[in-house]
Structure formats: structure tokens, C-alpha cells
């Protein structure tokens, strides 16, 4: 006689056994792996442009080095004439790491360096033309007022982003800075500064310069305002940069 068989089980409460969840024993590993790949990655990355970085600043001071001097006569110069350290900074009135460096570096580099008579500071100009192209004539304004004894006077007032340096805002900056403005428009006008903005920028260019705010730290000659180069320092650093490089020329020129 045959025996009765079992009854199907009812639906969710027997038969197949249904799949189990993946094990956290191996979800978690796998999690951990991919977020370290990610993480390797990420600085590997990183590393790669910190590399290029040192490169292209160990090229800038190697072409420094590799100058022999440069001579900043007539250039807008501030500290005591006596000082043998020589800061030059190559600039752009609308570069935003200029402006940084400006208001934020340069007050701590004026009460430090320059007011206690350690170093004389040049500054020359570096418009970027293809970015700022309003920049140019922000510079040949300067160089304008510089005729009249009040280039530091305006020059004080020019740093700004781009947009702000159309003709009426600089006679309204060369105004404020006491400068007479009929002989300032028709040197404006005449373009007649343009040439010494452009060989500036050549300068910057030929010595190894990629990039604004640049900076080279030389010894001059104080009868032949003649600056040999011996550093150099590229973009919006901090004071102590600028301490530090120092340091290093004024230790060399003792020697």
C-alpha cells in the first residue's frame, strides 16, 4: 500500500531555500580595497603635479643662476639706496595671485625689509596680454604719472581685477593720486610708455619667467645699479618665503 505523501508546503514557509545575503566578511574588504585604490589613485595624482611643479621651479632658478645681472637704473625703486640686496618683482595689475601678493604679503615685505633699509625693492612691469588685456594700458599709465614724480602714488591705487582699468577708472585713480591729468592723458594717449612695458615683459620672458607675480633676488652695485641674480620665487607666497630667500643673498653678499 502506498504511502501518502506530503503535502506541498504552503508558499513562504518551506521548499527551496532562499538566497542568502553576500557575506559582510567579504562586502567589506572589497569596499576597503576599492576606497584605497581610490585613494592611491588620488595621490598618485597629486604627486604627479607637486613633480612637475619642482620641475618647472628648478628650471626658473637654474635660468636665474644661469643670468649674469640685470640692470635696474631708472626703474621705480624703493628702500635705502645703500642696500646691496635687490627684490625685483615682475607684475600684472590684474592677476589675481598679484593682487593676493599685494594686499596680502607685500604690507609684512614694505615694514620688514624695505622700511628697515635691508633691501631696495624694484618693481617692473609683467602684463599677460593675452589675459589681461586691459592690463597694458593700466601699466603704461604708471609709467605715465612716473613723469610726474607719482608712480607709487598710482601705482598703489592700480592693483584690480580685470574690468577695472578701463580709461575713466584710471583718471579716476590718477586724480586721487595727485597727478595733473592733461599732460597724463596726452601721454596715455601718445603710447609713448608702451615700449618700455613691452621690453619689461620681454625681460621677465627671457629670464626664465612663466608666470605672475615673479620674483629674483640679486647683490647690486650700488654705483652701477647693476643686480647680479642669484634667487628666485614664483607666485603669491607667504612672508617667510621672501625672509627666507633673503636670508640667503644677504649671507652670500657678506661673503
Not at 49 to 60: D, G, K, M, N, T
Not at 212 to 235: H, M
Request: hydrophobic share 40%; net charge negative.
Amino acid at each position: 500500500m502506498q504511502e501518502p505523501s506530503m503535502p506541498p508546503a504552503p508558499a513562504g514557509q518551506g521548499g527551496a531555500v532562499p538566497p542568502r545575503s553576500p557575506s559582510w566578511t567579504i562586502v567589506v574588504p572589497l569596499l576597503c580595497l576599492a576606497a584605497t585604490v581610490g585613494l592611491w589613485w588620488q595621490v598618485r595624482s597629486e604627486l604627479a603635479v607637486i613633480r612637475a611643479e619642482q620641475r618647472e621651479l628648478a628650471e626658473f632658478v637654474d635660468a636665474v643662476r644661469g643670468s649674469t645681472s640685470l640692470d635696474v637704473s631708472g626703474d621705480p625703486a624703493l628702500g635705502a639706496d645703500e642696500a646691496v640686496v635687490t627684490l625685483i618683482e615682475f607684475s600684472d595689475y590684474e592677476c589675481p595671485f598679484c593682487i593676493r601678493h599685494f594686499t596680502q604679503t607685500m604690507p609684512e615685505i614694505n615694514e620688514k625689509l624695505i622700511e628697515t633699509g635691508r633691501i631696495q625693492y624694484v618693481f617692473r612691469d609683467f602684463p599677460i596680454e593675452q589675459l589681461h588685456p586691459d592690463a597694458v594700458l593700466a601699466h603704461q599709465a604708471t609709467r605715465c604719472a612716473a613723469e610726474q614724480g607719482r608712480f607709487w602714488e598710482l601705482h598703489v591705487r592700480m592693483f584690480g581685477p580685470a574690468g577695472t582699468h578701463t580709461m575713466e577708472q584710471i583718471e579716476a585713480h590718477a586724480r586721487e593720486a595727485g597727478v595733473e591729468l592733461d599732460p597724463f592723458r596726452e601721454c596715455v594717449a601718445s603710447a609713448r610708455t608702451l615700449p618700455a612695458v613691452r621690453d619689461s615683459v620681454q625681460t621677465a620672458v627671457t629670464l626664465g619667467a612663466s608666470g605672475t607675480p615673479s620674483f629674483f633676488i640679486g647683490i647690486r652695485n650700488p654705483e652701477t645699479d647693476q643686480v647680479r641674480l642669484v634667487q628666485a620665487l614664483s607666485g603669491a607666497l607667504p612672508y617667510a618665503e621672501f625672509e627666507r630667500a633673503i636670508a640667503a643673498v644677504e649671507a652670500q653678499a657678506r661673503r
